[in-house]
């Protein structure tokens, strides 16, 4: 098979509206305008809304667009989007024009009652504006709708609180960027307008065959199996991980890969993850909003090819218990406009005082709300990693590798550091092949929050999740540890010295927060605890951390959020994690009666009729009774653990909505369903596969 000639450089963007397209098609003066909007926030007046909006349909159209939509973010974690088609009322002679206005362009009122809103807005006055995001690229996704124009947007209502995730990552996005301003400012840096957090997320994800899923309930209603023994495989070889991609896969990346590059996003590198039927994509990192947007960009894309090539994408964080869950690793370093990285330290970073200091404000900040990052990441499919027997643990720690924890011990120690641990040749004995200067630190898989380079890797967000909760947290708790440490700097009359005092007084406080070991050891566990640090294991134990005193302290210091909002997130969280495990529990109830005991009682059937013939014909029954026997044993015990599933279900419905309710689903329904789950794991081993009632762990992950 020869490849068909294909160059990514031409399709590259070729759907996007951006800055090349606005440079050609609008007129100088509006491009301008539109850039000091973009660029420096200023406001923009409805005349040039109204050329941009004319233009940017004239482009659409001519890509084959027929609707528009504003496309946004509510705090449901999926996008939202309503579609206009772009036609006018009929003129006299019943003739129609294409139109989009400035206004349209700039604002959008969808009916948004039905979005989560923890109370922020009364149904009775259910108004929610979308506001156009200019910083954010529109776009034409081309689909089985043809082609629309999608116009990135914020999401807030009547009163102006934000019911999105946009709002808030765009507002700690200033709070960064004016806070990191101010400490270049103090280390002379004149020059750098803007300073931006840049964020590259690495998404895992499943690919299953698209008719086994179709027959379990499990993954269609909760995106993740209920019920599922383990296969004789699973992912102890490390086979699957960087294995070949087989061809069916090739295939279906080559079209995500396509559909991603033309409407801009970087995507760059695929591989199969470590467990069967898992694989990974990351793009090139971008600026946040861009990333946030491009993340869910890749989740549809990846959920949309794959219907396309006979499969279906599981973005759950544990479709499988016993095999390895998918996540998203939030890459995350802060860049000026002219290219300085702020987490760039330089080959001897004792010397480097500006990063060492620009260091030791991430430990404070990380080490001060690491309950914040713990809830940025809470979702009720993460439950199942963080804190249970899997990648990252729950407790949140930073690794800074060999070379920074010298320098860091040095300064806890003495006070000055003198020199860097210097990285030295990488030696394979091997002649042939040339020998590499090594990385002045190795890697640590195990940590949530990880040094690399030039970036922390915060490893604990869902891989379903929206990336924006964990970004809008990171630039908050970041500017706050900036904001005070300008506070002092910006008075103090010796800066030298005063820097110094501050970087060794942080990294005192705040050295309980790094952990170079292994995060995933029951030592560690005990040794957090000794040292202080929270471990929080649950989603439902991680919300209250939203609405602290200290929580709200900080996000009001930097207008991100008010408390009312802060209030409705948490309000939304609890209600999240009740409907999530509602509907598991409401599904397993379903498949146990309706498919699986009957199945069992049908086998049951085969193996009494077997025990009486094999009687008939005079020889022994012992294995076909016993087997009988076990059987009914298990079927009692799933008919009683169902019952019980039932009547805590409905017990569960009946609670107060709010915490209340959460924590009662995850303290009384969730190990309801656990308890029924066991015995038809079971009966699964036992029970003639031609019997089972819908396809087993093997054939969903070993063969598709
Ligand atoms: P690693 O092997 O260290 O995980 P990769 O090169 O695979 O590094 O990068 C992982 C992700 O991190 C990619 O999305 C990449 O674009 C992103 N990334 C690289 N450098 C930065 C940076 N300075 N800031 C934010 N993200 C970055
Ligand atoms: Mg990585």
């Known amino acids: 098979m020869s490849a068909e000639l294909f160059n990514v450089a031409d399709i590259f963007g070729e759907n996007v509206f951006n800055d090349t397209v606005m440079q050609e098609r609008l007129p100088k003066k509006v491009y301008k305008n539109l850039k000091k909007t973009i660029e420096e926030g200023k406001e923009l007046d409805l005349e040039t809304a109204d050329v941009i909006a004319h233009e940017m ?4 159209i001519e890509k084959g667009a027929t609707h528009y939509t504003h496309w946004f973010l509510p705090l449901t974690g999926v996008t939202a989007e309503k579609q206009d088609s772009f036609i006018s009322a009929p003129m006299q002679n019943g003739k129609i024009l294409m ?12 009916d948004a009652s039905s979005f989560p809103s923890g109370g922020l807005r009364a149904t009775f006055e259910a108004r929610g504006y979308t506001v156009w995001d200019c910083t954010s690229p529109a776009f034409v ?5 043809g082609a629309t124009l999608c ?12 019911l999105d995730q946009k709002t808030p990552l765009l507002r700690s996005m200033e709070a960064i960027n004016v806070q990191a301003l101010r400490l270049l400012r103090l280390f002379g840096n004149t020059t750098s307008k803007k300073v931006t957090p840049s964020v590259g997320p690495e998404q895992e994800y499943f690919l299953v065959d698209a008719s086994k899923f179709r027959q379990r309930k499990d993954l269609i209603y909760a995106g993740r199996t209920l019920f599922g023994a383990m296969p004789p495989k699973g992912q102890e070889l490390d086979d699957h991980y960087f294995g070949t991609i087989r061809q069916r896969i090739a295939s279906f990346m080559k079209d995500v890969n396509t559909e991603l590059w033309k409407v801009g996003v970087t995507a ?6 470590v467990a069967p039927a898992q694989h990974e994509l990351a793009p090139i990192y971008a600026e946040a909003n861009i990333a946030v947007d491009h993340n869910q960009i890749v989740m549809q894309t990846l959920k949309r090819v794959a219907c396309q090539h006979g499969m279906k994408c599981l973005l759950h964080e544990k479709p499988f218990a016993g095999v390895n869950g998918s996540g998203k690793h939030n890459n995350w ?28 404000c991430i430990l404070k900040a990380v080490n001060t709300h ?19 027997n899997e990648a990252p643990p729950a407790i949140i720690s930073v690794f800074l590798g060999e070379q920074l924890e010298d320098v860091m011990e040095q300064l806890v120690s003495t006070g000055i550091a003198t020199h860097s641990l210097k990285s030295g040749k990488l030696q394979t004995g091997v002649a042939t092949l040339p020998d590499l200067s090594k990385d002045a630190t190795d890697r640590n898989r195990t940590s949530p929050f990880a040094f690399t380079g030039n970036k922390f890797e915060f490893r604990m967000v869902g891989s379903r999740d929206s990336i924006a909760n964990s970004n809008i947290v990171l630039n908050t708790i970041v500017a706050e540890a900036f904001a005070d440490v300008c506070d002092v700097l910006e008075k103090a009359e010796d800066f030298e010295l005063a820097v110094h005092d501050l970087i060794k007084e942080y990294m005192i406080e705040n050295q309980r927060i790094v952990f170079n070991g292994n995060g995933y050891s029951e030592e560690w566990v005990a040794e957090a605890e000794r040292r202080g640090l929270p471990n929080i294991r649950s989603m439902v134990e991680a919300i209250p951390a939203i609405t602290t005193e200290k929580s709200v302290k900080l996000f009001e210091r930097f207008n991100v959020f008010t408390k009312t909002e802060l209030e409705s997130r948490a309000e939304i969280q609890y209600e999240t994690y009740a409907k999530a495990i509602n509907i598991e529990a409401r599904t397993m109830i379903d498949m146990a009666s309706k498919q699986i005991i009957p199945a069992v009682m049908g086998y049951t059937k085969v193996l009494a009729d077997t025990v009486l013939a094999v009687k008939e014909a005079g020889a022994d029954t012992s294995v076909q009774s016993d087997t009988l026997a076990e059987v009914t044993e298990l079927l009692k015990e799933t008919r009683t653990a169902l019952s019980v599933l039932r009547n805590v279900t409905e017990e569960a419905a009946a609670k107060e909505e709010g915490p209340v309710q959460a924590n009662f689903y995850h303290t009384d329904v969730f190990p309801a369903m656990e308890a029924l789950r066991s015995p038809v794991d079971k009966l699964e081993m036992i029970v003639d596969k031609e019997l089972w009632p819908m396809p087993s762990y093997g054939d969903l992950i070993f063969e598709v």
């Open 268 to 273: 760059k590198t695929q591989h199969n993850e």
């Open 99 to 110: 139109s989009f206005s400035g206004k349209e362009l700039i604002k959008g009122e969808p």
């Open 57 to 60: 349909k004239e482009w659409a």
């Open 141 to 145: 996704r081309q689909d089985a709708a």
């Open 151 to 162: 116009i990135p947007t914020a999401f807030c209502s009547y009163t102006g609180e934000a």
């Open 333 to 360: 370093s802060i860049i000026t406009d002219d290219g300085i990285n702020m987490l760039e330290p330089g080959k001897t970073p004792h010397e480097n005082t500006q990063f060492l200091l620009v260091l030791s």
């Open 370 to 388: 690491a309950d914040l990052l713990r809830e940025s990441a809470a979702d009720p499919g993460n439950d199942h990693r963080l804190g249970a």
